[in-house]
């Protein structure tokens, strides 16, 4: 029986600030806590988005690309999917007044949980990267990298997680959103979007699975402490 | 089969600075979780040490007391013991040469771990505190009203934890440590100790599982950000 109220996290978001960005466990052992979720690649290759227990890449050409069981991540959030209905939109509908609206329905800003919007989007904005090859740069600098995708009158899914600022480090304290289009057109990191129509549901994760990649050397002789944590989520998710 | 590389946590330290003090887990369910670990009670109710399944309370006139499975907790770490021996202590042992001794042996400054000491304690202080009524104080206040106790040539267990720096808020980064006499003549949360003798152990907890109480309105409609987490646990812990 699968848990559901469990979000499981391989890896800390603060890892990759660094550039720590060596995929340290294969998706078929990832898969096993959850059907749905997202995160990276090995080498920061690509936002990943996984959807009814399929892993897709979405890659720095925009491409989105199904992903096999050996494609490794450094980081990843998933959980097994149990969404309830939040609202149906019916007015013109940006990240900022989704967030704001959702945080407003309910006082769970001190809890994780996951959020969805299907709908057909009038404008969206994505963006993602190339893989980096070793020595990798830190997150900062591949955000300055990143290249944009933009689409009109596509029908898809963000979703992603909401965590408490708490968490910020470990995970994106506050929502951390991707995308990904019904017919795989286009996909990426959430950048920006306009939508007059969709539902949004969401999930309840009141329980974090935290994993971390002890096996990892880099990761175990890393000192975070000259590391601006919270400074480069800030600026690069 | 129980999971020995799992921390079990309870709640977060950031809900203690503000003084959220109410016990939202019996015992007999943390148990559930582990057979060893720290914590505190309902009311901030003394310090909690569970040690081969038993859990026990330093209460704030320094009194041990066996508890049952219907106290709660507002707070707790717990795991199941598989603790392997570090190495034997052969000259004047204090918990800054303890902390800085076990961080030299390892990388393991970016995992969880859990460290025990059993030995012959010259000289050991510890602190504890009065059940608070509410309206609850803050940590901080409490941390002012302690109560100190002082043993010599006292035998028992310093146990406890290490959490990475990136987890201090949900934990408390670096060290917790508690105290319990192998007589129960004492206890509570350790601030100093000398020994000539002794075993230092410890146990890899590469997972963390975080549970938050989201079933306590009055924690999921609180505003951390008025609260200085880190400084408070600083200062507290």
Redesign the interface.
């Known amino acids: 029986m699968v848990k559901t109220n469990n979000l499981y996290q391989y890896g ?1 978001l ?1 890892l990759l600030v660094p550039g720590l960005f060596k995929g340290t466990l294969k998706l078929s052992d990832l898969l096993k806590h959850g059907d749905t979720g997202i995160g990276t690649g090995d080498g920061l290759d690509g936002e990943l988005v996984i959807k009814d227990g399929t892993p897709y890449q979405i890659d720095g050409h925009g491409s989105v690309n199904k992903l096999d069981g050996n494609f490794t991540v450094p980081f990843a959030d998933v959980h097994f999917a149990d969404y309830k209905k939040l609202f149906d939109i019916e007015s013109t509908m940006t990240p900022d007044k989704l967030e704001e609206k959702v945080m407003g329905m309910k ?6 949980f996951s959020i969805k919007l299907h709908g057909t989007f009038d404008k969206i904005k994505t963006r993602s990267v190339y893989k980096q090859e070793k020595p990798y740069p830190t997150l900062v600098d591949c955000a300055h990298k990143q290249h944009e995708f933009n689409g009109e009158n596509v029908t898809g899914t963000v979703m992603g997680y909401y965590s ?4 910020n ?2 995970a994106v304290g506050g929502f951390h959103l991707h995308f990904i289009a019904d017919d795989l057109s286009m996909g990426g990191h959430l950048l920006d979007f306009s939508t007059n129509n969709g539902e949004v549901s969401a999930q ?1 994760l ?7 990649p ?1 096996n990892d ?1 880099e ?7 000259k590391d601006d ?1 919270a400074g480069a989520i800030g600026e690069a998710e």
Chains 1, 2 share one sequence.
């Not at 006082?107 to 994780?112: A, E, Y």
């Not at 009141?206 to 971390?212: M, S, V």
């Open positions: 800390t603060a006082d769970w800003q001190n809890t994780f408490p600022q708490l968490f480090g470990s309840v009141d329980h974090l699975e935290q994993q971390l002890v050397e990761f175990m002789k890393h000192d975070f402490s944590i």
